[in-house]
């Protein structure tokens, strides 16, 4: 028997061994003619001449869960029922052939097993992977605004632990092998070039065996009594989803309903049987794929896939190989970036500061980064004095001369950056590229002298540069197609999500930000309180307020962005006269201590009352945190179609990714330009007159929303 999607093998002892491998697709995925399929390949494994069942992959991947792009087919909840009734009916079959059938069912798994091909997973008898750092396994789905809807939100928490479970499901996070091993996730790790034949050993040697149907054993241990303890009785079980529950709506502020959903689907699953949980599960993810959140966060998921294939222009240009990366500036952006090159990209680095303390707090910051890299098991020792033996550091500009490219992460100064490309030219070889990290100077002043502006770019990161996943490129009209190409390889090769903008002051991540926090001080002028500023935000979705973003950023720093957008833009740009009055009490923030927030020994503690009297401020009033959330979200969103209508932007997909990844808007608002498609362009319009109205020309609807409100476009 063949079939389309299966490569099918049986044995003289009966293993039958199947490969996923989607005909249509470069990975495996569960899209509908694939899951169709499971069934006639479900009827070929009953036949009594199959003994034992092996299944693995035929691509680099097990099964990396749903093909997305089904869900936005789907307008109804009956749909979405039948959709997954129809990948129920399969799965619950294959796990019926060990549990009733007495047939063994071996699970090789390399490389992405996640979601809908963890589920697949957890219906076999035995679960072997790879020891590849390729190998993730999970259930991500509320990733994208949904539960895991085979079966996971059941199969996953029997086997595994309620808590262990809830966690994996709730926080949507992958684990690696070694994780999964430790859980009881997967019963054995072995080189993934001996992983099939494992599997199929594993599969013969339990045929006829009495534990064949049985997953592993749990010891006595004080662990094992403790979850026996908590998980089977019920007041246990109430303690424990209360807690989930509680921490859930702390991290996520109430803002997402699918791990609502999920912790639901698992306590009912746990209380009244699997049964019940499994219909509980097809219909909440019946409800959540219908939702505005669930859209939005595919929309990012789809527009983060498209970067993925992105060169960054629009030519043939190919970009250069880069094996060698130099940063100038030791200190956490310098180090950080230096980190990422080496670690990610496998780049031989070698750091420049003006002197061996300098030097030697660069190097350091690179050996904390991969030091806790190796305390999660991401590397071994050997891997860790491979990197650490790759980076070097010096004084001066030894080492310079076969330097791929040059990262500049020095004082956003106009004229000490002109002089460290100037230096950059005179040691290094033609086609060597000078990547600015700066914030907010235009890459074409700082290339204003430059010999080689081709050769010039921004690479603009944010910290700290280990976690922020986001790079904004910054192009000039002399930067080389080759130039762009190249420095997106290398961002991507860090692991960033690269978007490619175009230069002007500020960019776009830097210049939406301005109005952004323009308005907070607007705010705090009027008679707002800090709390009701950043608790407005954080309510509306952003994970910190403008006024904590300022701290933590560094008030002085933001002052000195403040003077150049505003010298930029002109009156548009202008906040109030705040931050001369903050400088002046030398309040910078986190930093030393003193800025809108207490400090102790770096811990923050709450808002500096005193802040209003260093500013000459009366009384705190009452401000509807609705209101403020609409004046500061409007002002965000028409910088960012201003920034798309002055080419700044090379589309709203970017926009929409560089304010998610880069900026922490909210994403289950999907971006400021999908925040305005949900809204209507005419709506958002409307509500910009209102605000200007009342608050000024700062609000002049951009005219691009104009357009588009008018022609009743959408951005997405």
Same mark, same amino acid.
């Given at each position: ?43 070929? &494994? ?97 990733? &994208? ?17 309620? /808590?262990?479970?809830?966690?994996? *499901? ?20 072995? %080189? ?32 094992? &009594?403790? +979850? ?25 502020? =109430? ?7 999920? @912790? ?17 599960? *097809? ?33 043939? /240009? ?16 310098? =180090? ?69 490219? $040059? ?33 907010? #100077? %235009? ?13 010039? *770019? ?40 690269? @978007? ?43 994970? $910190? =307020?403008?006024? #904590? ?9 933001? /002052? ?54 260093? &500013? ?33 932007? +090379? ?20 971006? %400021? ?27 002049? %609807? ?15």
């Amino acid at each position: 028997m063949t079939f389309k999607n299966f490569h099918f093998d049986l044995d003289d002892n009966g293993v039958a061994t199947v490969l996923i491998d989607r005909h249509d697709e470069a990975i495996n995925t569960l899209g509908e003619e694939l899951v169709l399929e499971l069934t006639p390949l479900v009827d070929r &494994l009953e036949e009594p001449d199959v003994r034992a069942v092996v299944i693995g992959s035929a691509k680099s991947d097990f099964l990396a869960g749903a093909d997305i792009r089904m869900f936005g087919t789907i307008s109804t909840p009956d749909e979405a029922i039948d959709a997954l009734k129809a990948l129920h009916a399969p799965y619950d079959r294959l796990e019926a052939l060990h549990v009733s059938g007495g047939k063994p069912v071996v699970m090789a798994i390399h490389g992405a097993c996640l979601g809908g091909g963890l589920e697949l997973a957890l219906t076999g008898s035995l679960r072997i992977s790879s020891d590849s750092d390729r190998t993730q396994i999970g259930q991500p789905e509320v990733q &994208l605004g949904l539960i895991p809807g085979g079966g996971g939100t059941q199969r996953l928490p029997e086997l595994i632990g309620l /808590a262990a479970g809830l966690e994996m *499901i709730v926080a949507g996070k992958p684990v690696r092998h070694h994780k999964a091993r430790k859980l009881g996730l997967v019963d054995e790790v072995v %080189p993934r070039e001996i992983l099939l034949e494992i599997a199929q050993r594993r599969a013969a040697e339990a045929i006829d065996a009495e534990t064949a149907d049985r997953g592993p054993a749990m010891s006595l241990s004080t662990k094992s &009594l403790q +979850r026996l303890a908590l998980e089977k009785n019920p007041a246990g079980r109430k303690v424990l989803f209360k807690k989930a529950t509680e921490m859930m709506m702390k991290e996520t502020g =109430g803002h997402y309903p699918a791990p609502k959903r999920a @912790i639901e689907a698992v306590q009912i699953g746990a209380e009244h049987g699997r049964a019940a949980g499994i219909a509980a599960e *097809i219909r909440f993810f019946a409800e959540l794929v219908l939702t505005h959140e669930s859209a939005a966060l595919r929309s990012i998921f789809f527009a983060t896939t498209s970067l993925k294939a992105d060169s960054g222009v629009d030519s043939d /240009a190919t970009a250069r190989s880069v094996d060698h990366v130099a940063v100038l500036g030791g200190g956490l952006m310098g =180090g950080g970036i230096a980190a990422v090159s080496a670690v990610n990209a496998g780049a031989i680095v070698r750091i420049k500061e003006i002197d061996t303390t300098g030097v030697g707090r660069g190097l350091g910051y690179v050996a904390k980064v991969v030091a806790k890299r190796a305390k999660r098991r991401r590397m071994s020792t050997f891997e860790v004095e491979q990197i650490m033996n790759r980076v070097t550091g010096s004084a001066t500009w030894a080492g310079f001369g076969n330097t791929d490219i $040059v990262v500049e992460a020095v004082f956003e100064d106009l004229d000490l950056k002109r002089s460290m490309l100037k230096q950059v030219e005179t040691v290094t070889q033609p086609g060597t590229i000078f990547a600015s990290n700066t914030s907010s #100077l %235009p890459i074409t002043d700082i290339a204003a002298e430059a010999a080689r502006p081709e050769d010039v *770019i921004g690479m603009h990161y944010f910290s700290p540069v280990e976690k922020m996943p986001l790079l904004e490129i910054v192009t000039t009209k002399k930067t080389s197609d080759e130039t762009t190409a190249t420095a997106v390889a290398v961002g991507k090769a860090q692991g960033k999500t690269v @978007i490619v903008v175009n230069d002007g002051t500020g960019f776009y991540t830097t210049r939406v930000l301005g109005p952004y926090s323009n308005e907070a001080g607007f705010l705090l002028d009027e008679g707002t309180s800090v709390e009701d500023i950043d608790g407005a935000m954080t309510d509306w979705g952003f994970p $910190v =307020g403008p006024l #904590l973003l300022a701290d933590e950023v560094g008030i002085d720093v933001g /002052a000195h962005i403040a003077v150049i957008m505003a010298e930029a833009f002109g009156r548009r740009m202008e906040g109030p006269p705040l931050m001369a009055g903050l400088i002046a009490d030398g309040r910078k923030g986190r930093k030393n201590g003193k800025g809108f927030y207490l400090y102790d020994k770096g811990e923050r503690q709450g808002v500096d009352e005193s802040v209003y009297a260093a &500013l000459d401020l009366g009384p705190r009033k009452d401000f509807p945190r609705a209101d403020i959330a609409e004046r500061m979200s409007m002002a965000f969103i028409n910088e960012a179609a201003r920034c798309l209508e002055d080419g700044i932007l +090379r589309s709203a997909r970017d926009g929409d990714i560089g304010a998610v990844f880069g900026l922490g808007y909210p994403p289950f608002r999907g971006g %400021p330009f999908w925040t305005i498609d949900q809204m209507g362009a005419e709506s958002v319009v409307d509500k910009l007159i209102v605000l200007a109205a009342k608050h000024g020309d700062r609000f002049e %609807p951009a005219q691009i929303i104009r357009d588009y409100a008018a022609e009743d476009k959408k951005f997405r």
